[in-house]
């Protein structure tokens, strides 16, 4: 291993433009003859468009175009589509109304585009925005799953009877109806999961540049995934064929999910670029984000967990109402299915699991896959219900868990999931030593003496990403595979590109990938540059979520690189006369086993390009591609554990203690990977304890800025105590398993466990704010 490669805590390479003010983002992008987008949007959560006037607006200075959702309709732009299929257990596909890009007819949500205002400024285009003079009519609105389910709730989509999208369900009900009925112990709970807004640092922004010339598009854009961009503009909306739009998504300052989507707005500014023939720019204000950014979360459950008279798990039985908000986002539909109900088993034997889940409409901003989507709320409610059985039963949590842990692997679920390899014991061990369980009474009592609360809160984890095999996803309605390419360009002086098909948004990918190629052919990392996010370098990728890039894009790397060291060999073993199986390559040199025969890299690789003198036959230059289909999910899993302190006065609760003991399998730079989890421990952290946004009953979004939605601060937080225990991913080549969301999955319930146990009272939601803690401690109704 060079001091490079692989396991080796390398500073990350892209910080420096980062911190010094030097990246290239989408709203940097400036163009000849530029002008700014700014879209009217309903100030109602439910409403008929019953007309828009825009002469006024037509009419100032620098206005150069006004256009609506039923000029949208005109040019037969198609309307955004949801990308996984989901069938209700009557074997019924789910139903989904219309999601146009502008409103031509109705608006569901506040925030909903109904017309654009194109002009010379972005100031000119805001003005003129205001002097739009939309007339609605307004409708009933529905914010909630129940108020959309009352018998009297309006009706959002005339195709979703009810306001219900499906109704699904994994697992045996009969085997889970006979382990209930055999049960000695039952313990219920009902469990929300509260709705969040993601909140990367950089908003959304979108250029789109028309090129009459050459009758082609480019769009710039905030994305995780420009390929999958192009696929669906394509595809789906009619925006121009794939060899005529162009995507780049330069540096992106963070998405979580929430720059999957290919939104309205990239959308519009694409076919309104070529309708004005000027390139176009929209870049979204935070208030805009709050509205529009598809949200997460936002469950309602009702579990239940069946236990034998040994406090072993029989059953658990789960009922689950997501909502959706107003429309289907691209893979909201997967969400509260095949990322959430597949991961019930948690890291517990649990003979029999039946689950259904009911997707609902409400007015309400579209919510789709945040940091962790699904697993979060799997692990909130399995975590939160272990930790109340083992109160129920005067039993230890840490004993109950252990009773119920899955030891032996590969080990089937009963909701679709194989877990490849995993070792919970272990990392249960490794956070009780460094929480030191042992000496936590002592701890409570002197908390007590300075008159503060303080409790133990325990949350198991497992979460399945490096999503996933394309056969299986296909089988389950997804409507793209999910493999990745490479390509590794080996330039002729020994200089290396590497083309991926995943994105960094804040990862660190051309660190770690860079890191990759250094420890094959312990060349430096500077030596090294990642080409990722535009279309036209990258052939295809299937981009970055599910913490699929290190355990699905590298792996497509280490396939792509395996060939160009093949022929790299063959090259240097001609050149030096040796046997090809003879050549070790080490600290950038190939060199000849038992002798002191040895050739720099930049030679073999020149050698490449001469073609002067190379093996009869071979191809002259040296660059390879590949393409690489995960053969399962990987199953990342640890213990977290959480202490807090409590004061009774104000309700506070302060995180004094928090570890966590992660296996993430081989760990490619573990600085990088210690990094992921600060940043998904301060996520769920900040879900169990400060964010949440709150809807009034007619459909304003409450908590639509910084004011009202409280983000994280980093003296919120303590300093994390993060530990690793390893068993490696048999999956993949590199033995990876992704570490991008497991901060963010496995936290909330060990705060809410850690709360719960200080107050000696169950019943807490999330956030669990200083006013719910001191109403709960003093016994009054919360204040939501
Ligand atoms: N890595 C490693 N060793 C491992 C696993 C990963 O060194 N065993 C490294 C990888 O090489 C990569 C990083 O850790 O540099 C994260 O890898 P991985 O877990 O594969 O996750 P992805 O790169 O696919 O990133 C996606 C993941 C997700 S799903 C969300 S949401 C999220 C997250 O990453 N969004 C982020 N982390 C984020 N971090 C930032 N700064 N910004 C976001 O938007």
């Known amino acids: 291993m060079g001091m490079e490669g692989i396991g080796q805590r390398v500073v990350r390479k892209e910080d420096k433009r980062f911190i010094t003010g030097k990246g290239k983002y989408t709203d940097d992008v400036k163009l000849v003859g530029m002008t700014h987008a700014h879209f009217v949007r309903s100030p109602h959560a439910h409403a008929k468009v019953v007309s828009i006037d825009s002469a006024a607006a037509l009419a100032m200075p620098g206005v150069i175009a006004v256009l609506t959702g039923a000029e949208l309709v005109a040019d037969r732009i198609g309307n955004l589509i949801c990308g996984w299929m989901v069938h209700s257990k009557d074997g019924s596909p789910m139903k989904m109304g219309a999601y146009p890009a502008m409103a031509p007819e109705t608006v569901r949500y506040v925030g909903q585009a109904v017309a654009v205002v194109i002009a010379e400024t972005k100031n000119q285009a805001r003005d003129a925005a205001e002097a739009v003079t939309v007339e609605y009519e307004e409708l009933p609105a529905a914010t909630t799953v129940a108020a959309a389910l009352a018998s009297d709730a309006p009706q959002l989509h005339p195709e979703a009877p009810g306001n219900r999208v499906y109704e699904w369900s994994i697992g045996d009900k009969a085997a889970t109806e006979t382990a209930f009925s055999g049960a000695a112990h039952v313990v219920s709970m009902d469990i929300t999961n509260n709705r969040l807004v993601p909140n990367p640092m950089e908003p959304r922004s979108a250029v789109a ?303 770690t990938f860079a890191q990759l190629i250094s420890e094959r052919l312990g060349i430096g990392i ?163 304890l400060l964010e949440g946004t709150v809807y009034s009953d007619d459909g304003q979004l409450m908590t639509a800025s910084y004011m009202d939605y409280c983000m994280p601060r980093a003296d919120d937080l303590p300093s994390f105590d993060l530990h690793h225990t390893t068993t490696l991913c048999p999956g993949n080549p590199l033995g990876i398993k992704g570490c991008g969301e497991a901060g963010a999955i496995g936290s909330p319930p060990a705060v809410i466990n850690a709360i719960t146990d200080a107050i000696g009272h169950n019943d807490m939601s999330m956030p669990a704010t200083p006013a719910k803690v001191w109403a709960a401690i003093h016994g009054r109704a919360a204040a939501e």
């Open 209 to 511: 540049n028309y090129d009459s010339g050459d009758d082609a598009l480019t769009l710039w854009t905030t994305s995780q995934n420009p390929h999958v961009a192009r696929l669906v503009l394509s595809a789906f909306y009619n925006i121009a064929p794939e060899h005529k739009l162009r995507v780049i998504a330069p540096d992106v300052g963070g998405g979580f999910g929430s720059k999957i989507y290919i939104y309205p707005e990239e959308i519009v500014c694409l076919w309104a670029s070529r309708k004005v023939n000027r390139p176009i720019k929209w870049t979204s204000d935070r208030t805009e984000a709050f509205l529009t950014d598809a949200h997460g979360r936002d469950h309602v459950s009702k579990a239940e967990m069946a236990f034998d008279a040994d406090h072993k798990i029989l059953g658990l039985r789960v009922h689950t109402y997501a909502n959706f908000g107003a429309y289907m986002s691209l893979f909201s539909s997967s969400v509260p299915t095949y990322l959430y109900a597949t991961l019930l088993s948690g890291q517990y034997v649990i003979p029999a699991i039946y689950a259904e889940v009911d997707g609902v409409y409400t007015n309400t901003v579209p919510v789709d896959a945040y940091r962790g989507a699904g697993r979060p709320e799997a692990t909130y409610l399995l975590e939160r219900m272990m930790e109340t059985a083992a109160r129920q039963f005067g039993l230890d949590p840490v004993d109950l868990r252990r009773k119920n842990f899955i030891t032996s692997f590969p080990y089937q679920t009963p909701v679709i999931m194989t877990y490849d390899a995993g070792d919970y014991n272990a990392s249960l061990d490794a956070a009780l030593k460094a929480i030191d369980y042992a000496g936590f009474p002592a701890r409570k009592a002197a908390a007590a003496a300075r008159g503060k609360l303080r409790g133990i809160g325990f949350s198991c984890y497992i979460e399945a990403c490096g999503i996933a095999p394309s056969k299986a996803v296909g089988s389950l309605g997804a409507g793209v595979g999910l493999w990745e390419s490479a390509e590794v360009r080996v330039n002729p002086v020994g200089t290396v590109e590497v083309l991926t098909g995943s994105h960094s948004h804040g990862q660190g990918h051309e660190t």
């Open 526 to 688: 500077d030596q090294v540059s990642i080409v990722h996010g535009d279309t036209d370098k990258v052939q295809f990728g299937m981009g970055t979520y599910g913490s699929r890039s290190g355990a699905v894009g590298m792996s497509a790397i280490v396939k792509a690189m395996d060939k160009v060291e093949a022929k790299a060999r063959k090259i240097a073993a001609h050149l030096m006369e040796a046997a090809e199986g003879d050549i070790v390559i080490e600290g950038g040199e190939f060199k000849v086993a038992g002798t002191d025969k040895k050739m720099p890299f930049a030679l073999v690789a020149l050698a490449a390009y001469t073609g002067h003198n190379l093996p009869d036959g071979m191809e002259p230059g040296l660059k390879e591609g590949a393409f690489y289909d995960p053969t399962n999910f990987t199953f990342p899993a640890g213990t977290y554990v959480c202490e807090v302190e409590i004061d009774a006065d104000t309700g506070k609760t302060e995180v004094v203690n928090f570890v966590a003991a992660d296996d993430f399998g081989r760990m490619i730079n573990p600085m990088i990977v210690e990094g992921q989890v600060h940043g998904g421990l301060a996520q769920g952290i900040g879900q169990a």
